[in-house]
């Protein structure tokens, strides 16, 4: 059984950083990952993807530039840095494994998921 477990959020400042880890146990995922966010009454959104190689990395347009995505596979975990954090950053973070083909960027298509770290961006 596949366990993706999200750590590294918090409360942080507008303008700060935070980097994530998603740390996946029970199997190696040979595939694309991704993070996902959800602020609170909003659908969740895509924030980045990684192929298994790292040679191809996507990012929504509102990271693009401020959030890193990489991963380690010998370590079996996928980060997410994230620079000159705004309010509207603030969300629950998932990560997502599993991916099934097809667009990287759509939540359907992952079929493995953590239960996610809060990140909190204050003014």
């Known amino acids: 059984q596949a366990q993706l477990v999200e750590s590294g959020g918090g409360l942080v400042q507008a303008g700060g950083s935070l980097r994530l880890s998603c740390e996946v146990s029970?199997?190696?995922?040979?595939?694309?990952m991704a993070w996902f966010r959800q602020a609170p009454g909003k659908e969740r959104e895509f924030v980045a993807a990684?192929?298994?190689?790292?040679?191809?990395?996507i990012y929504a347009e509102s990271v693009k530039d401020r959030f890193t995505i990489s991963r380690d596979n010998a370590q079996n975990t996928m980060y997410l840095e994230m620079n000159s954090l705004q309010l509207e950053d603030t969300g629950a973070y998932f990560c997502?494994?599993?991916?099934?083909?097809?667009?990287?960027?759509?939540?359907?298509?992952?079929?493995?998921w953590g239960q996610g770290t809060q990140v909190t961006v204050s003014s």
């Open positions: 029970g199997r190696t995922f040979s595939g694309g």
């Open positions: 990684i192929s298994w190689s790292g040679g191809l990395r």
């Open positions: 997502a494994a599993g991916h099934r083909g097809g667009s990287h960027s759509a939540p359907l298509q992952y079929a493995n």
